[in-house]
């Protein structure tokens, strides 16, 4: 129904956005980490998804195209809501997810409120073969500080580097899942912590 909405914004609540288009305020649900880098009286652009259920109706907010597709594919998921979805993605970005699915590590999803083992099984079941880890690590470089799309990048170079030494894509998620990564840690540091951990 809505692309998007572009407006000026009223006021933020809790869990929610009011954006100013034309005199006309369209209250609109988003995802923790994306209400924390919009401020009151910001332009903003926010791709939205109108849902519909016997629970009722709403407005869902993004602001990228990226975030909103895989809001849709969460929804997708047996089980998981608009609140699940939008609970997910408040706690982990888009390419967090994808190494989460990717690297079956329930855990990471479990951290969202309202979602239990049993709805993380059936997320990262369900969506293996839909995310990609290379349009997840894109969405992140473009939209992320310099610092953070250079720890961006290195992690997604020693995940190549343990794919091409013959190590499953989930092996090496796993592997670099269970690392503390730091700003300052180099790709060889990284890459050596990371067999390390497939090894032991």
Request: hydrophobic share 40%; net charge negative; no cysteine.
């Amino acid at each position: 129904m809505y692309a998007y909405i572009s407006g000026t914004i009223d006021y933020i609540t809790e869990n929610s956005v009011v954006v100013d288009n034309h005199g006309v305020g369209y209250e609109i649900s988003m995802s923790g980490s994306d209400l924390g880098v919009i401020h009151h009286g910001d332009e903003v652009k926010i791709y939205t998804h109108y849902h519909v259920s016997d629970n009722g109706i709403g407005l869902y907010g993004f602001l990228s195209r990226e975030t909103k597709r895989v809001f849709e594919l969460l929804l997708s998921v047996n089980g998981v809501g608009p609140k699940g979805a939008l609970a997910v993605l408040s706690v982990l970005s888009v390419e967090d997810l994808t190494y989460a699915v990717l690297g079956d590590n329930e855990k990471a999803i479990t951290a969202a409120p309202g979602i239990g083992p049993k709805a993380a099984k059936k997320i990262i079941l369900e969506l293996k073969d839909k995310l990609d880890l290379n349009d997840a690590v894109s969405e992140t470089l473009d939209r992320g500080s310099a610092a953070a799309s250079i720890n961006n990048s290195i992690k997604n170079n020693v995940l190549m580097g343990l794919t091409a030494l013959g190590f499953s894509s989930s092996d090496a998620l796993r592997a670099l899942n269970s690392i503390e990564i730091t700003d300052d840690m180099t790709e060889e540091e990284l890459l050596k912590a990371a067999l390390k951990n497939i090894n032991g």
